[in-house]
T-cell receptor, first 113, second 113 residues
């Protein structure tokens, strides 16, 4: 299974601003998932976007997928202090690997009051 | 609904001691996973179990053994702990169906002196 590469490594914004983080991968995918990890906690699944989807929304989250560029983005609108966390984007490959995921180092988002 | 439960939450061992990390899920998932997370790195897959009765090596299996005790439980054993195994260990589970997320426990923080 391949890993997603999150960019930037770190992002600091003010509460109420929007946060955008990007993800790139190398080979064809079945889907791409976004996870959040708050400090000292396990990962929480946010959104799964399938390869035939271009955009998906969940509350304040908007995820896009461009399979021609092998990239995805996560937009968090009207950020809150509680959004401070690390964000990961493991892709799931088309063939083999089962449901295994490979995680990159993530984007560390800090939302300041 | 507890989801994925890991025990213990914290543990300190001396080099050479053995230890079993426990993981249980109550979501009737077929697949279970063990990861480790080190500072500045993403999660790395140690072992996984696609279904009850099967286990397979992941990216970093050396020094570890696993047991899929039943559908609910998947344990990770360190036979002779080494300082390099100091890490945070996460257990996760998922259905075997594609396009489904993994669900994570809150981790076991293990220090080996």
């Amino acid at each position: 299974s391949q890993q997603g590469e999150e960019d930037p490594q770190a992002l600091s914004i003010q509460e109420g601003e929007n946060a955008t983080m990007n993800c790139s991968y190398k080979t064809s995918i079945n889907n791409l998932q976004w996870y959040r990890q708050n400090s000292g906690r396990g990962l929480v699944h946010l959104i799964l976007i399938r390869s035939n989807e271009r955009e998906k929304h969940s509350g304040r989250l908007r995820v896009t997928l461009d399979t021609s560029k092998k990239s995805s983005s996560l937009l968090i609108t009207a950020s809150r202090a509680a959004d401070t966390a690390s964000y990961f984007c493991p892709p799931m490959g088309v063939t083999g690997g089962g449901n295994k995921l490979t995680f990159g180092t993530g984007t560390q988002l800090k939302v300041e009051l | 609904n507890a989801g994925v439960t890991q025990t213990p939450k914290f543990q300190v061992l001396k080099t050479g001691q053995s230890m079993t990390l426990q993981c249980a899920q109550d979501m009737n998932h077929n697949s279970m996973y063990w990861y480790r997370q080190d500072p500045g790195m993403g999660l790395r897959l140690i072992y996984y179990s696609a279904s009850e009765g099967t286990t397979d090596k992941g990216e970093v299996p050396n020094g570890y053994n696993v047991s899929r005790l039943n559908k609910r439980e998947f344990s990770l054993r360190l036979e002779s702990a080494a300082p390099s195994q100091t890490s945070v260990y996460f257990c996760a589970s998922s259905t075997e169906i594609s396009n489904q997320p993994q669900h994570f426990g809150d981790g076991t923080r293990l220090s080996i002196l």
